[in-house]
């Protein structure tokens, strides 16, 4: 019998847990036996594994995180990690690994592919920040949390007539800002693809006040170089000239927490089997995702070619709905 580990790998994500039951139930539908990696490429390299099965998963797939556990690990970008993974992987007579996580967990996984190594990768990041996919898993429960965050702000912040500067995370991608933003109905967008300096905010907020408006949201993504803290520091300095007492939040890993949407679930089981079915016909050194409504694969050196970039128009219609 085929054995295959799985491993959950840098930031957590909601609809991690629906990826790994499916991995074990399916690969177990089609004579698989799967280990769990504990804590990642850490625990690959560590050779600490535990063995899953049908029960072994049961009641995970409405937990958000990751039953394994998730690490960021620097080993695996040397040599020598990667040396001592793959020493792992052939004394536990592991036929190939799947890979759950986002840019730097697939870049590991690229790594020993190209080691020999088979591997499947699962596009997993509330980022949304891998190229030919057009969502990973968890962005859009991070998506939802963010959202519910800004509509309670709106209803503090036109209580008191204020604006409220919003931070969501992302990293150096602002698909979460920009789509949170414009479903949250926000008077100004703030991203790294498209920097508005301070002075630029400040005008929007201006304006906004000017056309009547009692209240403003800006959401800002944190990668942005006007990031919340450069704003509010501007902020500070220009008070006065607003129009709006301003107010400033961070939401920060809360968007990780919490169990994931339907959504979420939905693609990572769809993933999650799709992963197998991979492995099972030796279609290995992808990465899956979901792009055209559809599981779709490309190939793992891909991956390394940089973020994509925002739907095109995007921030330009959002602009034209603040008015």
């Known amino acids: 019998m085929k054995r295959v580990a799985v491993l ?10 629906a990826a790994i039951r499916a991995v074990v139930r399916i690969g177990a539908a089609k004579g698989l036996e799967v280990v769990g990696a504990r804590h990642g490429f850490t625990g690959l390299i560590a050779g600490d594994f535990i063995d899953l099965g049908a029960r072994e998963v049961g009641g995970i797939i409405d937990r958000g995180g990751t039953m394994l556990g998730s690490t960021r690990c620097a080993e695996m970008r ?5 040396d001592a993974a793959i020493r792992q992987i052939r004394q536990h007579s592991l036929a190939g690994v799947i890979v759950i996580g986002g840019d730097g967990s697939q870049a590991g996984s690229l790594a020993l592919s190209r080691k020999g190594v088979p591997v499947v990768g699962i596009a997993s990041t509330i980022d949304n920040d891998l190229p030919g996919f057009d969502i990973t898993i968890g962005a859009m429960t991070a998506l939802d949390t963010a959202l519910q965050a800004i509509d309670r702000l709106r209803v503090t912040a036109s209580s008191h007539q204020r604006a409220f500067l ?45 056309r009547g408006k009692s209240h403003a949201i800006v959401v800002v993504a944190e990668g942005a170089r006007s990031n919340a803290d450069a ?35 939905l693609i990572g089981t769809l993933l999650g089997a799709a992963a197998i079915d991979y ?12 792009a055209g409504g559809a599981v779709a694969a490309i190939p793992l050196a891909e991956v390394a070619r940089g973020n994509k970039p925002l739907p095109p128009g995007l921030l330009q219609m959002a602009a034209m709905l603040a008015r």
């Open 8 to 17: 959950t790998s840098g930031g957590d994500a909601p609809g991690m847990n």
């Open 78 to 82: 040397l040599e020598s990690g990667q």
């Open 166 to 210: 919003v931070e969501v995370m992302g990293r150096d991608c602002g698909f979460l800002a920009l789509m949170a933003g414009i479903a949250g109905g926000a008077e100004a967008i703030v991203v790294p693809e498209a920097e508005s300096s301070p002075a630029q905010v400040a005008e929007e907020l201006r304006d906004a006040h000017r």
């Open 231 to 265: 704003l509010a520091h501007y902020f500070r300095d220009y008070a006065e000239h607003l129009g709006f007492e301003l107010r400033v939040t961070r939401l920060g890993h809360i968007q990780r927490g919490g169990p994931p949407g339907a959504f979420d679930r």
């Open 279 to 290: 492995f099972d016909s030796d279609n290995h050194g992808v990465l899956l995702g979901i």
